[in-house]
């Protein structure tokens, strides 16, 4: 189940179930989403990413949707393995035709894959 | 090869010290960043470098300098640092310097492992 508090939000989840972690995003100028993972003493880690013109997008294993008239974006994760314990981080990312682009991390959520 | 290189790994300074963290990247990409991520809160926009040039500058305070000496190498100044300034320091780069690009691919910002920063 999913904890909030003073911590990170924590995804418990048995080995081989399916997990989905969710992410709000607030800024409606954002077209484009990733999807990263971290792990402890690791650098964010890119897992998948969606254009604010799609709706879902599929990779190994994970899925990402998009919904935008509610700012929702969640990752789904099939036959989550002890590997996948980690950190995971939605970004939201802003373009700026000169300047480049401007990403935004969510709060994000860590998820224990339980043997 | 989607590798992005930050040294030292590790960095133990006091508030009068002045030092450098460097982040490398061969992958011919035009856009590099530093981030500062705190414990258990995630990683923050502090610069973006775009084809060499700064190009957002997220009112990081005058105590860190950036700089890029060419298009595969940058480098974040450290000078009269404060203890809050202890942070994990990441780099990252991507294809893509300017706008969405229609390639998802050139979007993609790819991070070094950090530098543990500890301002005594």
């Known amino acids: 189940g999913e904890s909030v508090g003073l911590h990170l939000p924590t995804l418990s989840v048995q080995e081989g179930d399916n997990s989905i972690i969710n992410c709000a995003y607030s800024n409606s100028a954002s077209d484009y989403f990733i999807w990263y993972k971290q792990e402890s003493g690791k650098g964010p880690q890119f897992i998948i990413d969606i254009r604010s013109n799609m709706d879902k997008r599929q990779g190994q294993r994970v899925t990402v949707l998009l919904n935008k008239t509610v700012k929702h974006l969640s990752l789904q994760i099939a036959a989550t393995q002890p590997g996948d314990s980690a950190v995971y981080f939605c970004?939201?990312?802003?373009?700026?035709?000169?300047?480049?682009?401007?990403?935004?991390f969510g709060g994000g959520t860590r998820v224990l894959v339980k043997p | 090869d989607t590798e992005v290189t930050q040294t030292p790994k590790h960095l133990v300074m006091g508030m009068t010290n002045k030092k450098s963290l460097k982040c490398e990247q061969h992958m011919g990409h035009r856009a590099m960043y530093w981030y500062k991520q705190k414990a258990k809160k995630p990683p923050e926009l502090m610069f973006v470098y775009s084809y060499e040039k700064l190009s957002i500058n997220e009112s990081v305070p005058s105590r860190f300098s950036p700089e890029c000496p060419n298009s595969s190498l940058l480098n974040l100044h450290l000078h009269a640092l404060q203890p809050e300034d202890s942070a994990l320091y990441l780099c990252?780069?991507?294809?893509?310097?300017?706008?969405?690009?229609?390639?998802?691919?050139?979007?993609?910002?790819?991070f070094g492992a950090g530098t543990r920063l500890s301002v005594l």
């Open positions: 970004a939201e990312n802003v373009s700026f035709k000169a300047a480049g682009n401007k990403l935004t």
């Open positions: 990252a780069s991507s294809q893509s310097g300017q706008g969405t690009s229609l390639t998802l691919a050139k979007n993609i910002q790819y």
